[in-house]
């Protein structure tokens, strides 16, 4: 008989009548995506559930032991109604069913057994209607009708029973049997991890590590497993990751030494108003140095909100201008890349700017207006370019492209960014982030590049003081952010308004629909009320706030993706003209946008927004000479996951430390962008919140064996797999958080 190898179609092993179903709701095709596919849990069958917290409206199973029995006649509509209680000794839970009494006699008081369903509540019970359920003396490993000795019977009870993540239509006890088929089926499994490695990390062999998760004797057998298969995860994600910066490192690219002393560079340092930070002088000569190598720099500069990336990017463009090479600054949004545009203007100043010819490109330009830019890029005559999305565009050509910056680079996919790789000769790349990245997320999510970090903050800022503005518990408070805020602007000052709506209903393209806010006050100003309002929105803000006595004779200004990209430009420069007192936006105002006269930030609903988000927004004031207020409004209920992030970002000005706590309340597919990019996690056990001292562990033991053995010649399981990750674009999820 031929054995099952993981790469056997599932089919195969356990029937088409498994197999489709498992295929529907788990992807699963071959016998290794099933046994890929671990325990969430285990339970004994001697041991009962906890049924008190169950969460309302998800699907869960349980070891639970029958209560009791109770059939009655249903009062408004025809047929019987079958209630069985359950319990775990001091809960219960009680099941129902219609019309079906024959349950009555397999749910006997005393039987244990697991129990599956999705929880509802009726009359404050918990109940499950018409749930799946296995009793345990129905199994083929319990007792029968024979009588066990006490220790037999006390093993049984004991052996750890698999609770898989399951869904209605494949409970948990289809995949636990399918799995069963798939052991007994599977043959030797060639493990490509090194003896040596194995031994030395004191990991299972690979066939003994499947049989100890899915069939455990003892707790110690499927924990031992469960480490083993979290090494394994580490490593061939951190070898994958050491490996294509490994092969990055190989290709050839044109060398950008610059250096010139009447270079662009050269005349751009001298004419500096202010001394670099120290932090700005180490990553730009560490750019500096990678730029004049003839392999591709791959490197990713992370820095605190304000202090100075776009600088060190842009000396980095001016090196490769000295030797008539173009640079491609990508950014996310227009107002981001007509702010970075601006920016860059600016600081070139009028005769590094004539001789550069910076142009902008984004996708809503007139058509003379970019042919124009086109051709400026197609000749060379212009070295650097601004852009959006527009910049992937096909027509997009240039003469020498020597070096792509990605502003937040995590807004662009693997392919978009790949795109623009194409336009040159395997051009340097520097992608630039503000959202401070935890190490292990860095090694993870990143870690195909090298790492640049910027804490040090430009001398001569004011800091900014943030507060949490309960509505409904401070209704007072909430009132007082609208006065304060017209002392700022009669004072000759400016404040942002965040929303996270457009208008009733529109949220920015890209960005997921919100849910309906908790009951807070109907109009700005104003007490929280019982009634239900519409997330707060540019729209009617914008309204409201015109309406507001506070800032009569105040220009007041909506700012959001879907406008006209010259009507945005408008309102942009109006605000960093000062012509415009209050600006009301959405969160295209996230990043990048530099108004140092802007003195209040206001995050209105600012529970809807991410740690990051929350401040990168307060990282928009505070930026001059005025001291920065951030004011994060919320209707958010004290103890929530959302009134913690508000009051962590209220807590800290520290970007680093907030990533930290970021990590620890986001969810895993958050971290790694798998739970956008709609795909299934790319980690089953390894979790970066948690396992970061193991993460880095495997990177070591990854390194010393690419050291020893670049081309894994002496491993060439672990070639194939890494190869196998390659073309399957695997780790292309884990640059999109």
């Known amino acids: ?81 079958l209630e069985v209680r359950i319990t775990d000794g001091a809960g219960s839970l009680t099941l129902t069913f219609f019309n079906q009494p024959w349950r009555g006699r397999e749910l006997l008081p005393g039987k244990r057994g697991l129990f599956a369903g999705k929880v509802s509540e009726y009359r404050n019970q918990l109940q499950l209607q018409h749930p799946e359920y296995e009793l345990f003396e129905n199994r083929d490993d319990a007792p029968g009708g024979e009588r066990l000795d006490e220790a037999a019977a006390k093993a ?31 043959g030797d499994v060639p493990d490509p991890l090194p003896d040596e490695i194995r031994t030395a990390e004191g990991i299972e062999r690979l066939g003994r590590a499947f049989e100890h998760i899915h069939r455990p004797q003892h707790d110690a057998d499927w924990r031992a497993a469960r480490d083993s298969f979290r090494f394994r995860e580490a490593f061939e994600l951190q070898l994958a990751l050491l490996d294509r910066r490994r092969r990055a ?52 500069l992370q820095g605190e909100v304000g202090s100075g990336k776009t600088l060190v990017a842009l000396r980095a463009m001016l090196q490769v201008a000295d030797g008539e090479g173009q640079s491609a600054l990508l950014a996310p949004t ?40 086109l051709l400026a890029l197609v000749s060379g005559a212009s070295r650097i370019a601004v852009g959006t999305h527009a910049l992937l565009g096909e027509g997009v050509a240039f003469l020498d492209l020597g070096l792509i910056v990605v502003d937040e680079q995590h807004r662009f996919g693997v392919e978009q960014r790949e795109a623009l790789r194409q336009k040159g000769a395997q051009p340097h790349v520097l992608a630039m982030t503000a959202t401070p990245i935890p190490r292990t997320v860095a090694l993870t999510a990143f870690g195909d590049l090298e790492v640049s970090t910027i804490r040090e903050l430009p001398p001569g800022r004011q800091g900014i003081s943030t507060f949490a503005v309960p509505e409904i518990e401070m209704p007072n408070r909430a009132a007082r952010v609208w006065a304060r ?31 309906e806010p908790e009951p807070s006050s109907a109009q700005v100003g ?106 994060l409004m919320t209707t958010a209920a004290a103890g929530t996951v959302a009134r913690e992030r508000i009051e962590a970002v209220a807590a800290t000005a520290d970007g680093f430390a907030l990533a930290e706590i970021d990590l620890e309340l986001r969810r895993e597919g958050d971290i790694l962008g798998t739970a956008q990019s709609g795909g299934r996690s790319t980690l089953r056990l390894l979790r970066v919140a948690e396992h970061g001292p ?37 780790l292309d999820n884990l640059a999109k958080s």
């Open 334 to 373: 227009e107002v981001l890349a007509a702010q970075h545009y601006r920016s860059i203007v600016e600081a070139l100043g009028p005769k590094l700017t004539e001789e550069l010819r910076p142009v902008l490109l984004t996708g809503r330009m007139p058509v003379a207006e970019r042919k124009r830019v």
């Open 1 to 81: 008989m031929t054995r099952a190898t993981l790469d056997t179609p599932l089919a195969g092993v356990v029937g088409d009548r498994t197999a489709k179903p498992l295929e529907r709701a788990f992807e699963m095709r071959t016998v290794g995506d099933l046994l890929f596919h671990f325990p969430r849990r285990y339970s004994r069958r001697g041991e009962l559930t906890p049924l008190n917290d169950l969460p309302v409206g998800e699907q869960i199973a349980v070891v639970a032991q029958v209560l009791d029995v109770r059939e009655r006649q249903m009062q408004r509509r025809k047929g019987r109604l």
């Open 485 to 515: 805020s017209g002392e700022d602007l009669a004072a000759g000052r400016q404040v942002y308004v965040v929303c996270p709506a457009i208008a009733p209903g529109e949220v920015e393209d890209g960005l997921e629909s919100p849910e």
């Open 526 to 631: 104003t007490a929280a009320s019982s009634e239900t309002r519409r997330l707060a929105n540019v729209a009617e803000t914008v309204d409201e706030l015109r309406r507001h006595p506070a800032f009569s004779g105040v220009v007041i200004e909506g700012l959001h993706g879907g406008m006209p990209s010259d009507e945005k430009d408008r309102v942009m420069r109006g605000f960093a003209s000062g012509a415009i007192g209050m600006l009301v936006a959405t969160t295209v105002i996230e990043v990048g946008v530099n108004v140092p006269n802007a003195s209040i930030m206001i995050v209105r609903d600012a529970d809807r927004f991410g740690i990051s988000q929350l401040h990168q927004l307060r990282g928009r004031v505070g930026r001059g000479e005025h001291a920065g207020l951030c004011l």
């Open 249 to 300: 490192g190989l290709e050839s690219s044109t060398p950008r030494p610059g250096g010139a002393s009447d270079g662009p560079l050269a005349r751009f340092d001298a004419a500096l108003p202010f001394e670099l930070t120290g932090d700005q002088r180490r990553a730009g000569a560490t750019i500096s140095a990678e730029l004049s190598e003839p392999h591709p720099m791959h490197r990713l």
């Open 694 to 730: 193991l993460i880095a562990h495997a990177r070591e033991v990854a390194r010393e064996l690419l050291d020893r053995d670049p081309e894994l010649t002496s491993a060439p399981g672990l070639a194939e797999m890494v190869a196998r990750d390659h073309e399957a674009g695997l």
């Open 156 to 186: 049984w009870s004991e052996t750890p029973v698999p609770i898989y993540p399951a869904t209605a239509q494949v409970p948990t006890w289809t995949l636990h049997r399918a799995v069963e088929l798939a052991l007994d089926a599977l």
